[in-house]
């Protein structure tokens, strides 16, 4: 028997965590459609509080349960010189190459992020880390979170 096809239905399911920072949309139930991108700007146990533009006045109080995720696309990534090139970090600064041709991973450090199935699977090596680091990505916070985890200083704007 496999633990995949039998779901135990009384375990919980896995809240999407959000910090702060992170770019979000908020959900309308009246309307039916999703709000412009925001940004979390404080957090509470049933409210975030949501700014676009911190110019745009007192930032919007949105219950955690009207808050969705922004799915993460690759035309999302594209548009920001993200996919489909290997970000490296070596001794004469930032080179970024087409995936697979950095090749000496003790000598950088790299960040390369592509599509896998239904997601997209990031992967980080560190200069001087013997392992090579796998995150999957679903959602734009996801990759903010990973670029948080790694210290890479790539703000992402929606």
Known sequence: MEA??????????????YQLGDWVREYSSITGKESPAMYVVAMF???????????QGDPFEVDYED???IPLTKEFLVERDIYGKRIVNDEHGIEETIPGVASKWDLNDW???????????AKYHGRGD??????YLRYVHNLQHFYRMFEIDKPIIV
């Open 45 to 55: 146990k049933d409210v975030l509080y949501l700014e676009i533009d911190p110019e």
């Open 130 to 135: 013997e392992y090579l680091h796998v995150v």
């Open 111 to 121: 960040v390369d992020i592509h599509k896998y199935k239904d997601k997209f699977i």
């Open 4 to 17: 995949e096809k039998y779901p135990n239905p009384q375990l919980p399911t896995l809240a999407i965590h």
């Open 67 to 69: 808050v969705r995720p």
